[in-house]
Every structure is written in C-alpha cells, then in structure tokens.
C-alpha cells in the first residue's frame, strides 16, 4: 500500500522515530518488566515460555536473542502489526502526536485501502463512534444486552453499538463528515439495484466492530434485533477485512493467551463476550464459517493449546472435527470443552452462571482422544472389517500431530483400543499409502534455532561499535581508524555514520550517541537492525544484564574487558595483516608482468609502511593512516 497522503521526508522519519515510544508500543503485545534501565519480556514475535525480548526506551531500540530479530520504534511497530513502512509512519505519527504534511486534496485520497482512493479507515472509524452513540440512546438494544445480561464494561470494551432501523440513519449523520463513497467503499452502504439509490446496508442491528490482531478497526458484524431471516451480516469483503484472516476478540485477547498459552475458540460473537463475562479471557471467535488453516495459524502465533468451545449440537461437533486437524498441523494442542444440552459458553453462562462456564472450559479434553473414541466404537475389535476402517481413520488423525512422543502415545492407545499389537499398527503406519497423510515431518526449526545460541560470541568488530555506540572510552576523532579496518559491511557502514556525525562539530568535541547516529542511518533498516542486536543483545539472568542492571546507565561491563583503544588497535593490526598479504600477493603479480616501475615502487612504499605501523606497540593509534 502505497502511503498517497503523505510526504515521506527523511525529517518525518525522525520525528516519528523520536517520538514513538518503544516500550508504549511493545506493551501493546507484551507485558514488559523493568531490569535496570532496560525492560524485558516475552517476545511478540515468536512463541516462547521464557523472556528473551529485550527494549531499550534510551536508545529507542529492541531486540529478542530468541529469533533474533530487533531494530527500533518503527521496525517493532511493523513486525507486530504488518503495516508496511508509509503505514506505519502514518499511524505512529498519529499516536505520538507529529503532524502529517499533507499533499493536495486531489491527490491525497490516492491508493488509500487500495480502493480507488477511498478512506476507508476513516469511514469505520465515523460509523462506529455513530453506532456506540445510538447504542446509548436505543432504550430497545439497551434492553436487549441487559435481558443477555452483557455487562456495561464489556459493552464499552467490545465497542458494541446499535444500527437504527433507518435506511438512511448512518448516511445523514456522516453528511458533511464522511463521503458517501467511503461509506460505500467500506461496505456500509450499499445501492438499490433498481432506481441506484444508497441505503445503510445495516438497520435494526446490534453492531460488533471487527479488528486485526494489532487492533485496527476493519469492519463490522451486525445482529439483527428484529426478524431479519440473515441473523447475522457482515461488512463486505475489502483489502482488510477477510473473515478467514480474522478472528473475533483476538487483539483483546492476545495478551492473555500469549501469557497463559491458552486460547478460547468459540462460535459466535456473544460466545466471545459471554466467556469473558464468566471470568475467562483468551476467547477468539471464527467469523461465522468453518475454522480456515489461516485462522489456526494466526491462534498458533500466541497460543500452545487451544481449547475448542463449540456449541454441543451435531452441528458444533462437526465444526470441531474439521477444525481439529487444522489446529494440529499448526502444531497446536487442542481439547475439547463440553457444555451440555446444546448449550454454548454464553447460553450455559446464563441457564448455570459463570462458574460453569469456567468448569467446562478447565475440564475440557483431550480433543484427540475424543476423537478417537468416536473413530473407534467401543465393539470395532470384533470386526475386522471395521478394525481396518477405524485403524485408517485413526493413522490420518494421528498423523498430522507434530510431536513424535503424543503421536506415539496416541497410537499406542489406538492399538489397545482396536486389540491389535502395537508393533503391528506401527509397522500399518510405515507402509502407508503415497498421498495418505502420515507423521508431520519436524517442523522446520524457528527463527529462533536458527539464531545465536544463548551465550553470545560478539565479533571483535560488534564489540568495538557497543562501545563506541555507547560512549564508553571513545578516542578522540583523529584518533580513530579509517572505517576500511571494519570487514563487515553493516558494521563498516555503522562505523562510518559515527565518524561522519563526529567530525561534524554539531556537538562540540562529544561523539555522536545512539539517538544521533540512529537519525543518522536514516530509513537504512537493516543497519538500524544490526545497531539494535548490538546494542540490546544481551540474554536474560548472563553477567552483561546483571551488570546493566546495577549501572542504569552505559554498556555492559565485564571484568578485565579490553579498553576501546585495544579493541581498535586490534582491528588495526587485523587489516594490516590482511592488507599485507594483498600486497604481497600483488607484488608478486607486477613482477611477474613485469614493465610496470612505479606501480611495484608504489606497492614496495606501502609495504614498508604498514610494517613499520604493525612493530609499534599496541594501542598507540596503529590502524592510524592504514589505509
Ligand atoms: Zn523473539
């Protein structure tokens, strides 16, 4: 999405990178504790038990050494919402208070929500403070959420509100305020097929608001108060609003099952905000269709298990066996919870109050085992035929469950259950038909693996720039080596940016610190990345946090660490080595060639050079004039 409206300068950049507030942003998705000047907590980017995530409010940067991933206010932003970046510029500035320089009116609807220009967002927004408002003044709607005995704090939480029975309620209270073709755009009005006249698209109905899980506002589901034979209608499909995408109550939820590795599925928007009701958070709803294997992703990003409250009718049962495997690929837990009596979390909070909402959920089963009681009838031993059937049925469950050790175990059971040795099913197991589903492969190992192991190697080059970066020992600027010492690109191109910021005389004599020379790399992410893994990196409970968390201000200190200027004098003596052999290497080409004086006099000048340098003793400026 192609940000129309407004201006990206690199001074809008700055201002929003300055502004934003790193650690308000990752409490959205994590609850964060103090260590020191730093805070810590589970990572919101990938699934883990102990915190490895790691923000730092002085430097505005974060890091995670569980998946590696870090950077600043508007990579975190980016990472934890999916914004793209002019998204993401657009909607911090917005909460941090820096004022967007607009373009011209003509072009400033362009390529918003991708719908020809429309605000789509905009509209949403203006209907459901429109809605929430007729809420309050519908003494029916009012009296149908207290006969559901929906609480008021969870009317506000849940952002209900009422569609009046007009057809054109919501279009005359937005005139003048939202274009008739955002409303349009974002499906909540619609044109008479005949004559072509708008009308509201939704009257007489209780209005949930619908959002992403970062919290973003994409639609709506209304229910209807009257007869309406559609019970319930949802927003049209738009560029963010896909009901297999979403899931109902999850940016409310989020943080709960992130921390409790719980999550709710239930059926219905009322399910959602009666589990709560009963004292349970964590509940997500589907959006009115069967599970989608995008929607078991999204729940596999926060949750381990997953408590599956369907209604208890034929028709919640097959719900939860098509969902089953779906949560299970996602490498899920999944249980079961029963209600009863066709009841659902909500109707069985008001027929036997909230306790048994909570017993059911907490009583809930193993839903693979359950599954596999109604594969496998209590008398299917005693036909071979059906023994057969079920062992099929029961090897396709089993065999999308990812870990080896509960697939084994859940096959072992089956074999009990079908009285034939366990050797035997196994040995069924491995000669499986080709295209039959059979054990997950082990997932492809995370980020996280993929990462650096917890005890931290830090190259010498990473060292020196922590130092540097931080303040601590910096030489004085014509004592710095020339940033060719530095092999590593990002960290050459680092290091280049603090000398350049250094040398400019813009802070007298001090070097650059960390807030400066992040303005200085600009929009370049990938090196505001890096500066995050070496600045924040640090694991939880090693020696570098313990002693940040005594010195709340400044790097972490070791004993008898190197000083900066042996650490350069040592990157010095690196790249003169290297420097060396090149030109050994290239003197022995001219001679070879031949003819050429000057350059091979040129080469021997060097040479000579480098290696007086490389005698002195270390830490006297020996990378000085290597170059
Ligand atoms: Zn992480």
């Not at 650690?23 to 915190?51: F, M, S, W």
């Not at 909460?95 to 373009?103: K, N």
């Not at 003819?595 to 000579?608: S, V």
């Not at 490389?614 to 830490?619: A, I, K, L, T, Y």
Request: glycine content about 12%; proline content about 6%.
């Amino acid at each position: 999405m192609a940000l129309g409206n407004v201006n990206l300068t690199p001074q809008l950049v700055q201002a929003v990178r300055d502004a934003a507030d790193i650690v308000t942003i990752a409490g959205d998705h994590t609850r964060l504790k103090k260590a020191g000047r730093r805070y810590q907590g589970l990572c919101p980017l990938h699934k883990e038990k102990t915190p490895s995530f790691s923000v730092d409010p002085v430097q505005g940067l974060f890091y995670c050494f569980g998946c590696g991933q870090g950077g600043d206010a508007i990579k975190l932003h980016m990472l934890t919402t999916g914004d793209d970046f002019p998204a993401a510029i657009e909607s911090l500035a917005g909460r941090f208070g820096i004022p967007l320089p607009r373009r011209d009116r003509h072009s400033a609807r362009e390529g918003r929500d991708g719908r020809e220009g429309r605000d789509i967002a905009g509209a949403l927004a203006a209907a459901a403070d429109y809605f929430a408002g007729e809420l309050r003044r519908s003494s029916f709607a009012l009296a149908y959420l207290e006969k559901r005995r929906i609480p008021g704090d969870l009317i506000t939480r849940f952002g209900l509100g009422y569609a009046p029975d007009s057809w054109d309620g919501l279009r005359t209270a937005l005139t003048g305020k939202v274009p008739l073709a955002d409303l349009e755009a974002a499906g909540l009005v619609g044109r008479s097929a005949r004559s072509g006249d708008p009308y509201d698209r939704f009257r007489h109905r209780l209005m949930f608001p619908i959002h992403n899980p970062a919290g973003r506002l994409v639609g709506f589901g209304g229910r209807t108060l009257g007869d309406d034979k559609a019970k319930y209608v949802n927003t049209a499909e738009t560029d963010q609003f896909h009901k297999g995408n979403l899931l109902y109550g999850l940016h409310l939820a989020k943080r709960e099952i992130r921390e409790s590795g719980r999550a709710v599925l239930v059926e219905g928007y009322f399910d959602v905000i009666g589990t709560v009701a009963s004292g349970l958070e964590g509940a997500v709803a589907g959006m009115g269709t069967a599970l989608t294997p995008e929607q078991a992703r999204l729940l596999s990003r926060y949750a381990e298990t997953v408590v599956v409250a369907y209604d208890g009718d034929a028709a919640g049962e097959g719900a939860f066996r098509r969902a089953l495997p779906l949560l299970l690929a996602e490498r899920l837990g999944v249980r079961r919870a029963r209600f009863g009596q066709g009841h659902d979390p909500d109707s069985l909070r008001l027929a036997e109050g909230p306790e048994a909402v909570g017993r059911a959920i907490d009583g809930a089963e193993d839903g693979v085992l359950l599954e596999m009681e109604r594969l496998i009838p209590k008398d299917a031993a005693r036909d071979p035929h059906q023994t057969a059937a079920a062992g099929a049925a029961v090897r396709q469950l089993v065999g999308v469950v990812a870990d080896p050790v509960a697939r084994h175990n859940y096959l072992r059971r089956a074999a009990e259950r079908l009285g034939i040795a366990e050797k035997v099913f196994l040995a069924q197991l491995a000669e499986r038909r080709p295209g039959t589903p059979g054990p997950a492969a082990p997932a492809p190992s995370g980020p996280g693996e993929a990462a650096r192991p917890a005890g931290i190697v830090r190259s010498l080059e990473e060292r020196v720039l922590e130092r540097l970066l931080n303040g601590v020992g910096v030489p004085a600027r014509d004592e710095l080596p020339v940033a060719e010492v530095f092999l590593d690109p990002q960290c050459r191109n680092i290091y280049q940016v603090f000398c350049t910021l250094y040398g400019d005389g813009r802070s007298g004599d001090s070097p650059p610190d960390v807030r400066e020379v992040l303005a200085g790399l600009g929009s370049r992410g990938e090196l505001i990345d890096r500066m995050a893994q070496i600045l924040v990196e640090a694991p939880f409970g090693s020696k570098e946090l313990e002693d940040l968390e005594t010195a709340p201000v400044g790097p972490p200190r070791g004993e008898g660490e190197p000083v900066v200027s042996d650490l350069l004098a040592e990157l010095g003596r690196r790249f003169q080595e290297k420097r060396l052999r090149e030109l050994a290497g290239e003197i022995g080409e001219a001679q070879r060639r031949g003819g050429d004086d000057a350059l091979l006099t040129r080469l021997y000048d060097e040479k000579r050079r480098l290696s007086l340098s490389f005698h002195r003793r270390p830490g006297s400026g020996a990378g000085r004039g290597a170059g």
